[in-house]
Each structure stands twice: as C-alpha cells, then as structure tokens.
C-alpha cells in the first residue's frame, strides 16, 4: 500500500516532488532499499531522492501501563505532550520543542540541550523485536538502531512541569517563523554553529529563496518556492567557510535525501 505526498507542502521547509510511498500497517522489515520517514520536520527531499517509506495509522497510539508509557513510533509529539500533561506525567515537556513522529524523535535521539528523548527512554521495538536502552549505541543526536522504530516505552512519573513547558515554549518563540527543517547542523563539540554561520558571515545570507535566517543563523528557511539546489548551495557554501576560517567540520542535524 502507497500514500502519495506532495513534500512541497508535506515537509516543514516546503521543498520536494510528490511521490508515492509505502505505507507499513505491520511490523515487518522496510522493503530493500526503503528509506524510513516521519512527520518531514528534518527533511530535506531532492528532486530523486531513495524510495520512501512510512509508518501508517497502526503505529499512531499511546498507552500507559503500570507506570510505563507506551508510544507507537507515528504518534506526533503534539499528542504524546497532550497525553502527558492530562496525565501529570513529567519528563515530555520537551514535546513542546519538538515537532515531529516519536519514531524520528528516537532514530536521532531529538532534544534541547540536556533533555532528550532517551532520557526517560527504556527499550525501543523494531521488526528484530525489543531491544533495551543499554543494548542501543547513542549520543547527541544520534541513535544507531538496528530497524524501524515502530514502538518505544518510558518511565513514568508524576509532575508535569508547566515551568519547564513555559521555557520550552520560550525557546521555540525565538526561532524563525518561516519553513525550515530545524537546526541545520549539530552543534559541534565545544561551539554553537549558529555561532560559527554567523561569524563566517552567513547569517542572512540569501541565495534564491533559501536563507539563513536573521533570526537564528543556524535555521535555513524557505522564503516562499525556495528550491533543493539553493538549499544544498547554502549548506555546502557554509560548510566550506567554516572549516576554512575555523577548521571546524560542520554535520548536518537536517536529514538530506
């Protein structure tokens, strides 16, 4: 089964053709070379990308069971916050940051700062069946997991924190407000690449209708018909400026396909 998505309007930068992808109801393993997808919050989708493929409506759930929160990997971070604020369950505030699927949310280890989603992470299933924290090889923003996430649990405990939300919301108040996939770049170990785009003289830099916005330097947003290549001019362009004034490698957080 198929689902045909125009990524111009689908993904949050607005860029990408329509194509068909297929829809896994089921757990079974991604067709051969299948390129798992969620909500299109980080993506950035080229004229050719890899046959596509995403979780269907099956994996849209959540369900607290003994002090544990179970999440199917389609499930939107609107919903699992909603979920955990009408619970008094503490530890999903930062849903408030994270546009997204909790499936994408976990195969990058998404977050702000300190908070992530492994903190409260216990196991994640895949089509090779469940596989605990401890087993799992991960890091800021990233998680090596071995399949589709089609399901994930968490602790539980009581304490939503309106605070911490107020703060979350705060945060995302100071980014832009044009389509973007996020962060362009993880933060490399010790710096800030907003930082680093800026002092590089790219904040602002324009080519086409894809900018670094003014705003947050570290955010490449779409004007209005911004297209994939002026996307990937900017990118590469940036990254060349950086290493060469401050030797500093700089790795994409958006996901480019």
């Not at 998505?5 to 329509?18: A, D, E, L, Q, R």
């Not at 904040?203 to 779409?222: P, Q, Y």
Request: proline share 5%; net charge neutral; with cysteine.
């Amino acid at each position: 089964m198929t689902k045909s998505i125009n990524f111009s309007t689908f993904s949050s930068i607005k860029i990408g053709p329509t194509l068909d992808v297929s829809l896994l109801d089921s757990i079974m393993p991604l067709p051969q070379g299948c390129t798992i997808i969620g909500g299109s919050y980080n993506l950035l989708v080229s004229p050719t990308p890899p046959p596509l493929g995403m979780l269907g409506k099956a994996f849209d759930f959540i369900r607290l069971e003994r002090n544990v929160l179970h999440v199917g990997g389609a499930t939107p971070s609107g919903k699992i916050l909603s979920f955990a604020k009408k619970h008094n369950l503490s530890g999903f505030e930062l849903m408030q940051k994270l546009p997204g699927t909790l499936g994408g949310m976990v195969a990058m280890n998404a977050g702000l700062k300190e908070w992530e989603i492994f903190n409260h992470l216990i196991a994640v299933r895949t089509e090779h069946g469940w596989s605990e924290k401890s087993t799992l090889e991960y890091g800021y923003r990233f998680a090596k997991i071995d399949g589709v996430v089609y399901e994930a649990t968490f602790t539980c405990q009581n304490g939503f924190d309106e605070n911490l939300l107020a703060m979350f919301k705060k945060m995302r108040d100071n980014q832009p407000k044009e389509p973007s996939a996020g962060s362009c770049f993880k933060n490399p170990e010790g710096h800030f690449a907003g930082k680093l785009i800026e002092e590089a003289g790219f904040k602002g830099k324009r080519i086409g209708h894809m900018m670094f916005s003014t705003v947050h330097a570290n955010f490449l947003v779409n004007l209005g018909g911004g297209t994939y290549e002026e996307a990937i001019m900017l990118i590469t362009e940036v990254k060349e400026e950086v290493l060469t004034r401050f030797g500093i490698q700089l790795e994409e957080e958006i996901i480019i396909l």
